[in-house]
């Protein structure tokens, strides 16, 4: 991680207009590869924006969370760009956190934006974070491995095709495993692959009351059907693997499958990064014919905190990286395929990227097909796919994900990891005066 640096601009402390340094922008952010690539690429904005200069401060998801969360609640004023998600922002809007941002520009075209995306960053019609990139999940599958077991993937898979497949193609003497699904605990880790699995399953976070619901047979059959699964086809030491480590995984060759977000296609499809990226073949994520598939729905974006003194110059540099220009400048560089995804309407009418991106079509029917308002089976009280947009969901959320975490690691039962999740949550929906 960088040192944080912070310069200030002299002129202005001396009330005066002749001495001006640059403003430093200290911008929080995942150590995902899209993000990555956007630090690579930043010479092309502070070329035409000297009077910027920026410090990135890269984390680990989960650490990310943690500290932007820490830094906003208490005003801390450490960053001034923060990379946050669709959970934090309408929740942090209304507590005055966030910045709405109106100073993009007139060519940023916010209208381009996906409304599915567009509408969960804001608020009353403003804007208080720009995505980044967009994403929902699918199916990645290995389509050698199919073809040599005798399988061919439908477009919209059952989940009982996708465990019977995943057994069929696993071969542990030669490390290669079924499936790869998220067991790090989190509420965006393990957490958003299983809430948005349980929806499939038809089991909600709480009923109509806030009640908590995970003493019901519908979680118990989701956490059973994924702790079975991943002892029967998924790799080694599943427990400790979210996104990135299965990422890694998928790109080795050593998973058949993998239900993921939309956003790692570019990633496991590309020659330079993986070593099947000709093999790659993808899939609506799975249901069980209850009307509800098992993706969820989700931007990383850009917003800037109330506390930054450097309000200007945030929405300057976010408006260039969320802009058709920087998907431009990725396209030039890194290839069509390459670019964010998920965010604005024009990619997805653009023929270069449609001929570039064979996942294009399946990520943008996955991304319209979630619906947070109405993201179970049966009514629920709160929006969110793979979260509940509550402020107490963090804490509940990344619990319940230690829980089920262990009950994958074997270090206690189904059962008892769901007890523990009922227990805690009803204590903490308590505590927060949601129920009695």
């Avoid at 880790?189 to 519908?218: H, I, K, V």
Wanted: hydrophobic share 45%; charged share 20%; net charge negative.
């Amino acid at each position: 991680m960088k040192p944080i640096r912070i310069a200030l601009a002299a002129g202005a402390l001396l009330g005066s207009t002749s001495l001006v340094a640059a403003e430093t922008l200290t911008i929080a952010t995942v150590n995902n590869g899209d993000m990555i690539r956007m630090q690579k690429l930043t010479e092309a904005f502070t070329a035409k924006h000297p009077g910027i200069e920026l410090e990135w401060v890269t984390m680990e998801e989960n650490v990310l969370r943690q500290k932007v969360t820490t830094d906003i609640a208490t005003k801390g004023g450490q960053y001034d760009v923060m990379t946050i998600g669709t959970y934090e922002v309408p929740i942090w809007a209304k507590q005055n956190w966030l910045v709405a941002l109106d100073g993009l520009g007139a060519d940023y075209d916010v209208d381009d934006l996906l409304p599915a995306i567009r509408d969960g960053l804001s608020i009353d019609g403003k804007l208080y974070a720009a995505p980044f990139y967009g994403e929902s999940s699918m199916v990645m599958y290995r389509k050698d491995l199919f073809e040599s077991a005798g399988l061919k993937m439908p477009p919209a898979p059952t989940w009982e095709f996708v465990a019977d497949a995943a057994r069929k193609i696993t071969d542990k003497d030669n490390e290669v495993y079924g499936v790869c699904l998220r067991g790090k605990a989190g509420w965006g880790e393990n957490m958003a692959f299983l809430s948005a699995t349980a929806n499939s399953f038809g089991a909600r976070w709480f009923d109509m009351d806030w009640e908590p619901q995970f003493d019901s047979e519908q979680w118990k059959t989701t956490l059973q059907f994924y702790v079975d699964l991943m002892n029967d086809a998924g790799p080694p030491g599943a427990s400790s693997n979210g996104f990135n480590e299965n990422l890694a995984l998928f790109q080795t060759g050593k998973c058949g499958m993998w239900i993921d977000a939309t956003v790692a296609a570019s990633f496991v499809t590309n020659p330079a990064e993986s070593q099947v990226a000709d093999k790659v073949g993808f899939a609506l994520a799975p249901d069980n014919g209850l009307g509800k598939r098992g993706n969820w729905l989700w931007a990383w974006s850009l917003a800037v905190p109330a506390g930054s003194a450097k309000k200007d110059a945030a929405q300057t540099f976010i408006a260039w990286a969320t802009s058709k220009e920087y998907l431009a400048l990725v396209a030039e560089k890194e290839g069509w395929a390459n670019v964010p995804p998920g965010t604005r309407k024009s990619l997805y009418a653009n023929p270069e990227y449609q001929k570039a991106a064979p996942f294009a079509e399946m990520t943008l029917q996955s991304i319209n097909s979630a619906d947070p308002t109405e993201p179970a089976v049966d009514p629920v009280p709160y929006v969110g796919v793979q979260f509940v947009a509550i402020p107490e969901f963090q804490g509940i959320g990344t619990a319940v994900g230690q829980q089920f975490s262990a009950a994958l690691a074997g270090t206690v039962t189904v059962e008892q990891a769901l007890q523990n999740a009922q227990n805690l949550t009803t204590r903490e929906m308590k505590r927060g005066g949601y129920i009695k």
